[in-house]
T-cell receptor
Framework: QKEVEQNSGPLSVPEGAIASLNCTYSDRVSQSFFWYRQYSGKSPELIMSIYSNGDKEDGRFTAQLNKASQYVSLLIRDSQPSDSATYLCAVNVEGSQGNLIFGKGTKLSVKP | SAVISQKPSRDICQRGTSLTIQCQVDSQVTMMFWYRQQPGQSLTLIATANQGSEATYESGFVIDKFPISRPNLTFSTLTVSNMSPEDSSIYLC??????????FGDGTRLSIL
């Protein structure tokens, strides 16, 4: 059973701080990793993709991947109240036609 | 990325009835996916819809309950059949490809009385 694990939170950080969201996955052969943001009552929105070990930065967001440890994380710098949402980690199912397995999500709350 | 339109956006249905959800994409795509998101939960894949072939269902989901059509490369439907309160969920369609991210429609919020 392929699994993606996330701490459900809630994770509460003050405005301006760094929020760190973590995800582990069980399928060692997975090659593609994604972070989605989901506001309450809305559908998931892609914010980061990462395919190689190391860091990938996009604005205030940094995704980190360590395939040996089967670990992927998302850092949000200078957190804003508008970042308050649930963050979903998704991992591809290798050999499929694009299937993803989603974690249960971490609820982030940024306090002004 | 593709623009994905889903309708209806929400509905309230009676137990035992069926509802068909439509998903329209503004460009041709090979793979379309249908997910369910139960209250407070993450996304669970129902099935993968490939044009010209039968949908591929995930464990726990069957065609009789969730029939899917994929008549062309821009359109798919999901029917939720013989609904019960346990089917109250958000249903989402998405498009994607192998090793690529998926992009989602706005979802259909379904409540069963």
């Amino acid at each position: 059973q392929k699994e993606v694990e996330q701490n459900s939170g809630p994770l509460s950080v003050p405005e301006g701080a760094i929020a760190s969201l973590n995800c582990t996955y069980s399928d060692r052969v997975s090659q593609s990793f994604f972070w989605y943001r989901q506001y309450s009552g809305k559908s998931p929105e892609l914010i980061m993709s990462i395919y190689s070990n190391g860091d990938k930065e996009d604005g205030r967001f940094t995704a980190q991947l360590n395939k040996a440890s089967q670990y992927v994380s998302l850092l949000i710098r200078d957190s804003q109240p508008s970042d308050s949402a649930t963050y979903l980690c998704a991992v591809n199912v290798e050999g499929s036609q694009g299937n993803l397995i989603f974690g249960k999500g971490t609820k982030l709350s940024v306090k002004p | 990325s593709a623009v994905i339109s889903q309708k209806p956006s929400r509905d309230i249905c009676q137990r035992g009835t069926s509802l068909t959800i439509q998903c329209q994409v503004d460009s041709q795509v090979t793979m379309m996916f249908w997910y369910r998101q139960q209250p407070g939960q993450s996304l669970t894949l129902i099935a993968t819809a490939n044009q010209g072939s039968e949908a591929t269902y995930e464990s726990g989901f069957v065609i009789d309950k969730f029939p899917i059509s994929r008549p062309n490369l821009t359109f798919s439907t999901l029917t939720v059949s013989n609904m019960s309160p346990e089917d109250s969920s958000i249903y989402l369609c998405s498009v994607g490809a192998a090793n690529q991210p998926q992009h989602f429609g706005d979802g259909t919020r379904l409540s069963i009385l």
